[in-house]
C-alpha cells in the first residue's frame, strides 16, 4: 500500500472531507431479493384423518403418539446426540464469522510499548563516525510508546457486502442445526417403532409357535392310537420348524434398531437396551388433519430455509468481488512517545502520525472480471439448488401423505382379514378334532392366519412410519 504523510495542516483538511466521504459511499452489487417462485396451492395427496383427525402440532409432534417411551428416548437423543453437536458447533463458527466481518467495518485501536536496550559497535559505519565525538556513550537505551488506529473506509460497500454474506451464512448454519434436529427426533422415533414393531412380531411368532406344537403333540397322541399317519406327523414337524425359522430375523432386526438408537442417543451400543426390553403397548397413531399449505413449507423447512440464506450469501458476494473494481481507501493514525534513555512522555518526545492510504488494482489482467464471473456463477447454483430444494419439499410431503394413505388403508384390510382367518382356523381346528377335515387343511389355515397377523403388525409399525415422516417431510420438530 502507497502511504502519503500528512502536513499538520491536513488533518483540518481530513477533518473536513471525511464526512463528505463516508455520505458518498455507494454498496455497489445487486440488492438482494427473495425468488418468488409459483408453489402448488394444496397438495395432492389427502391424510386419512377423517372426523377423528387432530390439527397440526408440529414443535413437539412426537407427544401426540402419547407414549412416555418415545418422548423420553427423543428428549434424549436431541440432548446426546453428536450429529447435532457439531451441527452447533458449525453454528458458533458462522457467529463467530459474521461478527469479525461486522467487526471488519469499524476502526481497529491498539496499544505498543517497547524498550530497547543497545551497545553500539565501534566497527559499523555510526560506530566509527560518532565515536570521535566527546561524550560518546556506547550504551543506549531506546523507549517508545503510542496508541494506534485504524480504518479502512468502506466507500464502494465491500466489507458490507461481507458482512451480509457473513450473516447470511450464520443464519444458513442455523437452519442447518434445526435440520439436523428434526432429522435426529424423526431417526430417533423411526428406530423405536420398528423395535416395537419387531417385537410385536416376535411374539406373534412365538404364540404360533406354542400353538403349532401343541398341535404337534396332538397329532402324536393320535398316531400312537391310530388315528394318524406319519405323513401328519412329518407335516405339523414342517410347520413347527417353519414358524421357528421366521424368530432369527426378526430378532435381528430388533437389536440392529436398538444399536442405531443408541448411536443416535450418543451412546454405545447395549447401552439403552435394557430400557427396551419389555414389549410395548399398542401404537397411538394420530391421524392428520392437512391444513399446511406447500407455500408454508418456505418458512417451516430447515433445508430450504437454508438453501434460502446461502443463495442470499452468494449474491452479497457478488457485491464483494464487484467491490475489486473501485479503489480502497484506509486512514491510520498514531499519538506516540519517543525518546532515548527516557520511559517519561513529555511534550518534546510527543510524536504524532496520520497517514492516508490508497489501494487501487488498476491493472490485474482480468483478475476482477474473473472474481465477478465467478460470484455470479456461484450465486446461479446456489438458485438452482434452493428451487430444487423446494421441489424436494413438496416432493417428500407428497410421498409421505401417500404412504400414509395406503398404508392405512391396508391396515384396514389386514384387520377384516385376520378377523375372517382366526375364524376359519378355529373352525378347522374343531373339524380336525372331530375327525371331519385333514391336518394339512388345519395346517393350510395356520399358515394363513400367522401371514395375516404378520402383515397387521408390519402395517401397524408402516402406519407410524408414515405419520413420522410426514412430519419430518413437513419440517417438525424444531
Not at 32 to 57: C, I, R, T, W
Not at 279 to 298: H, K, R
Request: net charge neutral; aromatic share 6%.
Amino acid at each position: 500500500m502507497n502511504t502519503l504523510p500528512i502536513p499538520r495542516t491536513g488533518f483540518s483538511l481530513l477533518a473536513t472531507l471525511l464526512p463528505l466521504a463516508l455520505a458518498a459511499c455507494a454498496t455497489v452489487g445487486p440488492d438482494y431479493a427473495a425468488p418468488k417462485d409459483a408453489m402448488p396451492e394444496h397438495f395432492h395427496g389427502q391424510s386419512v384423518g377423517g372426523a377423528n383427525a387432530q390439527p397440526l402440532k408440529l414443535d413437539l409432534w412426537w407427544t401426540q403418539f402419547q407414549d412416555p417411551a418415545l418422548s423420553r428416548i427423543i428428549e434424549r437423543a436431541l440432548a446426546q446426540n453428536l450429529d447435532l453437536a457439531a451441527a452447533l458447533a458449525r453454528v458458533e463458527q458462522a457467529r463467530a464469522s459474521a461478527r469479525l466481518g461486522e467487526a471488519n467495518l469499524l476502526p481497529t485501536i491498539g496499544l505498543s510499548a517497547q524498550a530497547a536496550a543497545q551497545r553500539q559497535s565501534l566497527q559499523s559505519p555510526l560506530g566509527k563516525l560518532a565515536s570521535g565525538h566527546p561524550g560518546y556513550e556506547r550504551n543506549a537505551t531506546l523507549f517508545d510508546s503510542g496508541v494506534g488506529a485504524s480504518w479502512e473506509i468502506d466507500l464502494f460497500g465491500g466489507l458490507h457486502r461481507a458482512a451480509e454474506a457473513d450473516q447470511a451464512e450464520a443464519q444458513a448454519a442455523e437452519a442447518e442445526r434445526l435440520g439436523v434436529k428434526v432429522s435426529v427426533a424423526a431417526e430417533a422415533a423411526d428406530a423405536y417403532f420398528r423395535i416395537r414393531g419387531a417385537q410385536a412380531r416376535i411374539t406373534l411368532a412365538e404364540s404360533q409357535l406354542k400353538t403349532d406344537r401343541d398341535l404337534l403333540e396332538l397329532v402324536n397322541l393320535r398316531l400312537k392310537a391310530g388315528l394318524a399317519t406319519q405323513r401328519e406327523q412329518a407335516a405339523a414337524e414342517a410347520r413347527v420348524a417353519q414358524v421357528a425359522a421366521t424368530l432369527p430375523p426378526l430378532k435381528a432386526e430388533r437389536d440392529v434398531q436398538l444399536n442405531r438408537l443408541d448411536v443416535l442417543m450418543g451412546a454405545h451400543p447395549g447401552t439403552y437396551a435394557a430400557e427396551l426390553t419389555g414389549p410395548g403397548g399398542s401404537a397411538n397413531v394420530p391421524a392428520l388433519a392437512m391444513t399446511l399449505q406447500p407455500a408454508e413449507l418456505l418458512r417451516r423447512r430447515p433445508d430450504v430455509i437454508a438453501a434460502e440464506r446461502h443463495l442470499a450469501a452468494s449474491n452479497a458476494r457478488i457485491g464483494v468481488a464487484t467491490a475489486e473494481y473501485y479503489p480502497k481507501f484506509s486512514l491510520s493514525g498514531l499519538l506516540g512517545f519517543e525518546a532515548l534513555n527516557t520511559a517519561t512522555p513529555s511534550a518534546a518526545n510527543f510524536q504524532p502520525q496520520l497517514v492516508a492510504g490508497l489501494r487501487w488494482r488498476l491493472f490485474d489482467f482480468g483478475k476482477v472480471d474473473a472474481e465477478v464471473a465467478r460470484a455470479k456463477g456461484a450465486n446461479a447454483e446456489a438458485l438452482a439448488r434452493y428451487r430444487q430444494a423446494m421441489l424436494r419439499a413438496t416432493e417428500d410431503v407428497e410421498n409421505a401423505l401417500v404412504a400414509q394413505t395406503q398404508t392405512e388403508a391396508e391396515r384396514q384390510e389386514l384387520l377384516k382379514e385376520v378377523a375372517a382367518s382366526q375364524r376359519a382356523r378355529d373352525s378347522s381346528d374343531a373339524a380336525y378334532q372331530g375327525g371331519a377335515v385333514s391336518l394339512s387343511e388345519v395346517l393350510e389355515q395356520d399358515r394363513q392366519l400367522l401371514t395375516a397377523r404378520d402383515q397387521l403388525a408390519r402395517a401397524e409399525t408402516g402406519s407410524a412410519r408414515a405419520v413420522i415422516a410426514t412430519y419430518r417431510a413437513l419440517g417438525g420438530g424444531w
